[in-house]
């Protein structure tokens, strides 16, 4: 099985700061990967899907890149209303899905 | 626009079976191309995939969670279900019902609101 391993698990940032969530997999046979933002109380919500491509309605300061083993979330600007949990999740063997473990993102 | 809406009892005792079922509006299972999977999410931790299945009754299980979970498609009634058997306190979580719909993608762009099921006598 694929384990997804995000980090950091936490990060304290200010609004407008730049901000980077990691993704690495346990194996390099990943055929789609995707990004939720989630809040309390809450369901996720997509926020990137097939590594790159920007979810219809997600603001464009969310941008995710990769491949292979290793995939990137990047909030070019935070916004107050981006302080919540990011998960990535994984398909290697549709439909077979592995979620990582999170990051908090918190405000500084 | 794809709704999801689970259904079910909110408790449920140790060694007991969880049953959810999970309605689907907007579109029709039974002309889907992609899955319908279960999620859940312990409070305060982290998500974990349960299970897919696809119209034709197809499923995937979590290799963790597969001794123990039943998925299946009614696609008379639009709804899709999830049974836990001998449920225990680690079974405690809300849980979800999710697809990619249109997306035909690995990503879940449709979500329920969840469910908080308790384990507990």
């Known amino acids: 099985d694929i384990q997804l391993t995000q980090s950091p698990s936490f990060l304290s940032a200010s609004v407008g700061d730049r901000v980077t969530i990691t993704c690495r997999a346990s194996q390099a046979t990943i055929i789609y990967l995707a990004w939720y933002q989630q809040k309390p109380g809450k369901a996720p919500n997509l926020l990137i899907y097939d590594a790159s491509t920007l979810q219809s309605g997600v603001p464009s300061r969310f941008s995710g890149s990769g491949s292979g083993t290793d995939f990137t979330l990047t909030i070019s600007s935070l916004q107050p209303e981006d302080f919540a949990t990011y998960y990535c999740?994984?398909?290697?063997?549709?439909?077979?899905?592995?979620f990582g473990g999170g990051t908090r993102v918190e405000i500084k | 626009q794809l709704q999801l809406q689970e259904s079910g009892p909110g408790l449920v005792k140790p060694s007991e079976t969880l049953s959810l079922t999970c309605s689907v509006s907007g579109g029709y299972i039974s002309r889907s191309t992609y899955f319908w999977g279960w999620i859940r999410q312990p409070p305060g931790k982290g998500l974990e995939w349960i299970g897919s299945?696809?119209?034709?009754?197809?499923?995937n299980y979590n290799p963790s969670l597969k001794s123990r979970v039943t998925i299946s498609v009614d696609t008379s009634k639009n709804q899709f279900s999830l049974k836990v058997n001998s449920v225990t306190a680690a079974d405690t979580a809300v849980y979800y019902c999710?697809?990619?719909?249109?997306?035909?993608?690995?990503?879940?762009?449709?979500w329920g609101q969840g469910t908080l099921v308790t384990v507990s006598s």
């Open positions: 299945i696809f119209y034709s009754g197809s499923t």
């Open positions: 999740q994984e398909v290697h063997k549709y439909p077979a899905l592995t």
């Open positions: 999710a697809t990619p719909g249109s997306l035909n993608s690995g990503g879940l762009d449709y």
